[in-house]
T-cell receptor, first 117, second 112 residues
Framework: GAVVSQHPSWVICKSGTSVKIECRSL??????MFWYRQFPKQSLMLMAT?????????EQGVEKDKFLINHASLTLSTLTVTSAHPEDSSFYIC?????????????FGPGTRLTVL | SQELEQSPQSLIVQEGKNLTINCTSS?????LYWYKQKYGEGLIFLMM?????EEKSHEKITAKLDEKKQQSSLHITASQPSHAGIYLC????????????FGKGTHLIIQP
């Protein structure tokens, strides 16, 4: 149980275009999902907390107008990278916690590799 | 902000040998998570420790939490090639549903 999926697994886009990444909890509901970014040979950095039915909370230094987050249901959160540039190329990973879990165990998706040309 | 320091950064171990990875936090630990990642892939949840002195085991992997020292260790017994990967420790900033802060990871290589 506790499976999180992401789509697409990889995407290549031209500079200036927007890219949407989906994060789904397949067998549980999650009122909270998290988005992380990982640059090559570096650790994961938390970008934002996605809350179902409300605005996302962004970490310091993360542009909320550039990284749009929509958490429309208890099983889906989307991250849209707007006007993508080569420096946005990275590995984006989401995580989710089962709503009923008091232990806050976070399960991670397989990640989405974004390459901006 | 909380920082997690992992040691060693990389580790090469002969198959069958034991090894230990450490994770030290700059602040009080409310929950310490261990994940395994293969390069370019998602994270596999290993264990979560919440209480000081807590110790959990899964197959040949054991993790302990020393709350006073703000430190956790991950021990692998009789390592196998399947243990190779990047081990990440993560910690929540508070006691609720928070995003995690991660250490830089320990890259484990198992030599046959």
């Amino acid at each position: 149980g506790a499976v999180v999926s992401q789509h697409p697994s990889w995407v290549i886009c031209k500079s200036g275009t927007s890219v949407k990444i989906e994060c789904r909890s397949l067998d549980f509901q999650a009122t909270t999902m998290f988005w992380y970014r990982q640059f090559p040979k570096q650790s994961l950095m938390l970008m934002a907390t996605s809350n179902e039915g409300s605005k996302a909370t962004y970490e310091q230094g993360v542009e909320k107008d550039k990284f749009l987050i929509n958490h429309a249901s208890l099983t889906l959160s989307t991250l849209t990278v707007t006007s993508a540039h080569p420096e946005d190329s990275s590995f984006y990973i989401c995580s989710a916690s089962p709503s009923t879990s008091g232990a806050d165990t976070q399960y991670f998706g397989p990640g989405t590799r974004l390459t901006v040309l | 902000s909380q920082e997690l320091e992992q040691s060693p950064q990389s580790l090469i171990v002969q198959e069958g040998k034991n090894l230990t990875i450490n994770c030290t936090s700059s602040k009080t630990l409310y929950g310490l998570y261990w994940y395994k990642q293969k390069y370019g892939e998602g994270l596999i949840f290993l264990m979560m420790l919440q209480k000081g002195g807590e110790e959990k085991s899964h197959e040949k992997i054991t993790a302990k939490l020393d709350e006073k020292k703000q430190q956790s260790s991950l021990h692998i017994t009789a390592s196998q090639p399947s243990h190779a990967g990047i081990y990440l420790c993560g910690a929540a900033a508070g006691g609720g549903a928070d995003g995690l802060t991660f250490g830089k990871g320990t890259h484990l290589i198992i030599q046959p």
